[in-house]
């Protein structure tokens, strides 16, 4: 279905179900729309004054006028017939969008305009009548947003859901199997985060920080820090589906261990790495300073929480049945 802004008539409709208490899942079914897509418009269209905060919030009219303006500054190329024919003319001897805007300054241009609006340009409905897009090095049907969601099911395919692995890993009768999952903290850390590991026979924990939540700067080095125990001790690790972990394709051709994926918003069923970072947190709270944070004192926290009697051990503690397990494999 092609994309439609929303409109007045909606806008006010959301204003009245705000105004009702109406929840956000059920004014999205009223209109027609994805509950994400009422979300947005909230916070990108909703009235605030600093001077007057009691009377900020939603309203349709405003809204409105608001997103007819944002749409106005992305239309500069079919309000502006010099700076169009300029990018049509440089499009049309073969230069990309990125070149166009990046010389606009050099070409006594006064308006500058950015390579996304070019492209959106392109797409739009004047740009396919003009036929602009066979300019383009890559050419395609529709203009790809930089910065859209991708469909996460390419990237965690249904052959990999949670409902798809083996039974004894849910029974935890056999060792060898985990979870794995990321400790998030305050923005003043930046992209540094603590990755945290369970097995979930023997409750056995590892913690390691994570100065980058790129996913594959993450799988390279979680497979560091598994590849030293045997391929029996690592068979298998069940993620969430967050995109630190679509490189997990590398687990399996690096170091043979699977990955299994939860449902979506289902953190739950990796219920033991959640019970792990609940228990690390006394230890590692948000406000953190990772920098400073050394391989001694991840080291000094996992021997703590490993070194805890566990009802569900028999009041044995992790590190005991760890090691009794990695006995049985030699």
């Not at 900020?56 to 608001?66: M, R």
């Not at 203009?143 to 004894?168: C, K, L, N, T």
């Not at 589906?241 to 918003?265: H, M, N, V, Y």
Request: charged share 30%; hydrophobic share 35%.
């Amino acid at each position: 279905m092609a994309h439609t802004e929303l409109d007045l008539r909606e806008r006010r409709a959301i204003e009245d179900m705000l105004n009702a208490k109406v929840p956000v899942s059920m004014t999205a079914a009223e209109i027609g729309r994805h509950r994400s897509s009422i979300y947005r418009e909230i916070k990108r269209n909703g009235f605030e004054d600093d001077e007057l905060s009691e009377l900020n919030g939603y309203y349709g009219i405003v809204a409105q006028q608001q997103a007819s303006k944002r749409h106005a500054r992305r239309r500069k190329l079919v309000r502006l017939e010099d700076l169009r024919a300029h990018v049509v003319t440089q499009l049309k001897i073969g230069w990309t969008p990125e070149q166009i805007a990046g010389r606009l300054g050099f070409d006594d241009q006064s308006v500058r305009v950015s390579h996304e609006t070019i492209y959106a340009y392109v797409y739009s409905r004047e740009g396919q009548s003009a036929q602009l897009a066979r300019h383009l090095p890559s050419r395609r049907k529709k203009r790809q947003p930089r910065y859209a969601r991708r469909p996460r099911g390419q990237v965690f395919p249904p052959d990999r859901s949670i409902h798809e692995r083996p039974d004894y890993v849910k029974t935890r009768e056999i060792f060898g199997d985990w979870e794995g999952d990321l400790m998030i903290f305050e923005r003043a850390n930046g992209t540094m985060n603590v990755a945290s590991l369970v097995e979930r026979k023997t409750r056995f924990a590892v913690l390691f920080r994570n100065n980058d939540r790129s996913s594959t700067h993450f799988i390279n080095k979680l497979m560091d820090v598994m590849d030293p125990l045997p391929q029996p001790a690592r068979k298998s690790i069940t993620f969430d589906r967050g995109f630190e972990f679509r490189a997990w394709r590398k687990l399996k051709s690096g170091i043979g261990t699977d990955s299994w994926f939860c449902d979506p918003q289902a953190p739950w069923q990796k219920g033991s790495v959640e019970n792990l970072n609940k228990r690390a947190r006394r230890y590692l709270p948000r406000d953190t300073q990772l920098a400073a944070l050394s391989n001694r004192n991840m080291k000094a926290i996992c021997d703590r929480l490993n070194g805890t009697p566990r009802k569900c051990l028999g009041w044995r503690t992790p590190t005991e049945a760890f090691r009794e397990e990695m006995m049985k494999l030699r």
